[in-house]
Structures are given as structure tokens and as C-alpha cells.
């Protein structure tokens, strides 16, 4: 039997997080080899309120999965705190709920899918009906250095038997489709998303995250994904300006694989 993995959900009983908890519970589905854990970061916890309070959680929401919805309580700074929780429980997926840009979430958000050293997916408190269908994979002009970010993906797009569509937006004044990079990331796309790999479309627009979202709304994409530290070996990390923006814009679910 194969290992059981975690998807670990920060939960603070809003409706923002109970969205990205129902979120989890659709991913995960009946299968045997997913469960979730719910991390409830405060300074001031009461175990015996926490105790009912997740109690009533799981009696609401964990029906019909194959394993009980655990949680966790800790302190510390949000994404500090489920940083640690990830690595101590060997995290393979962290789903999270946003508001987008309101408060102090920006800053949490972005610091986390940017810390994480698992995939975060970041679900938008107005997104609605689950499914995962057809996937948006955000590339840039960098060569993707790290297969296994391809990989992850791979994972997910079997698991749903989706279709990925490769979008590129051209921002700046140069050609793109034609370099060895770009052959070199086409032929990597091929090889590891196999039949799941649907297109990959050129854009022009000079604000990048417009022309994602514009195409995410045209072509009815269910997710955007996005591998932030994607850069070839020659430059400088990158520092993850277009992913804080993208999951804090974007009106459905953004994937980030790092």
C-alpha cells in the first residue's frame, strides 16, 4: 500500500478558510492515500474551545473521506509557523484560502508560496464550483531548470485528467518560439505532461498578469500554475514579483511549484 501524503490547510474558521477546506475535501475525494491537516496558528490558544470547536469541523465537513481530518495547533507568525508545520509533518500540498490584496493576508500569502518548499495552491474566497479541467502553465523566456517541477505538475493533471495549456506573454519587444531555450522547455513539456499537454499559446501584452488573467477568463481555465524560482542556472533567483501578484489577482485557484 502506498504511503498516506498530508495536504495541510491553515484554517482559522473564517469563511475564507472553511472555502479552501471544502476546496481540499473535493481534491481529495475518496482517495485512500490523501488526508488532510488543518493548522490553526495563534498566539493565545484554548485547547479544550479548540478541541469542540475542530470537533464540529470534522463532523461537518469529513464525511465521506477515508480518513479523519486532523489538526494542529501552533504559534508564531502565519507562514513562519506553517512552514515548520509542513517540514515536521512532511506536507506534500499546502491549500490556502485568500481574500487577495486586504490586509495583512498579502504579505502572508506571498511569503509563503515563496518559503514553502512544497506546492501551494491558493484558492480565491469567491471561487465557487470545483473542478480542474483545464490548467494554464504560466512559462517565461527563462529554460525550466528543475524537471521535477513538471513532475508535480504532471501529478495533479493525471489525477483530474486535465489539459494543460503552456502560456507565454510577450511583453517585450523580441522574438519568442524560435530560441534553444524555447525548443529546450517545448521538448521538456512534451516529455513529462505526455498526452496532457494541450497547446502553447504566444500573448502579447505589455502587464503580464492581465494577459494570464485575460486568457484564463477566454479559454475557461480552472487553475493557473506557475513555478516561481523558475531561472536558468546562469541568473539570479527570481525574486517572485509576478506569482505575489498573480495569487493575490487572480478570481480562480493559482498553483505555485516550486
Known amino acids: 500500500m502506498k504511503n498516506t501524503s498530508k495536504i495541510l490547510v491553515p484554517f482559522d474558521f473564517s469563511e475564507t478558510s472553511k472555502k479552501s477546506l471544502q476546496y481540499a475535501i473535493d481534491y481529495v475525494g475518496q482517495d485512500e492515500h490523501l488526508k488532510i491537516l488543518l493548522a490553526y496558528i495563534s498566539n493565545e490558544d484554548n485547547y479544550d474551545v479548540l478541541e469542540e470547536a475542530f470537533g ?9 473521506l477515508k480518513h479523519d481530518i486532523q489538526w494542529v495547533s501552533f504559534s508564531g507568525t502565519l507562514s513562519n509557523a506553517l512552514i515548520y508545520i ?17 490586509g495583512d493576508e498579502e504579505s502572508n500569502t506571498s511569503h509563503l ?20 479541467k483545464n490548467v494554464a502553465l504560466v512559462l517565461g523566456s527563462e529554460e525550466i531548470e528543475d524537471n521535477k517541477t513538471l ?27 524560435y530560441s534553444d531555450i524555447d525548443e ?17 499559446t504566444f500573448i502579447e501584452n505589455t502587464d503580464i498578469v492581465e494577459g494570464i488573467l485575460d486568457y ?4 475557461d481555465i480552472d ?15 527570481s525574486k517572485g514579483q509576478l506569482t505575489e501578484v498573480l495569487v493575490l489577482k487572480s ?5 505555485t511549484i516550486d
Open 216 to 219: 484564463s477568463k477566454r479559454k
Open 113 to 132: 508560496v515563496l518559503k514553502a518548499d512544497c506546492p501551494v495552491l491558493v484558492v480565491p474566497s469567491n471561487y465557487e464550483d470545483f473542478q480542474i
Open 184 to 200: 529546450n522547455n517545448e521538448a521538456k513539456i512534451q516529455y513529462y505532461l505526455e498526452n496532457f499537454y494541450s497547446e502553447h
Open 251 to 255: 478570481k480562480i485557484p493559482v498553483l
Open 86 to 102: 509542513q517540514k515536521e509533518e512532511n506536507v506534500q500540498l499546502i491549500i490556502m484560502g485568500t481574500d487577495g490584496d486586504k
Open 223 to 237: 487553475a493557473i500554475a506557475i513555478l516561481p524560482r523558475n531561472h536558468s542556472a546562469q541568473n539570479k533567483p
Open 151 to 177: 513532475e508535480t505538475l504532471l501529478k495533479v493533471v493525471r489525477r483530474f485528467e486535465a489539459k494543460v495549456h503552456v502560456i507565454t506573454i510577450k511583453n517585450k519587444e523580441k522574438e519568442y518560439g
Open 56 to 64: 464540529s469541523i470534522k463532523s461537518k465537513f469529513g464525511k465521506g
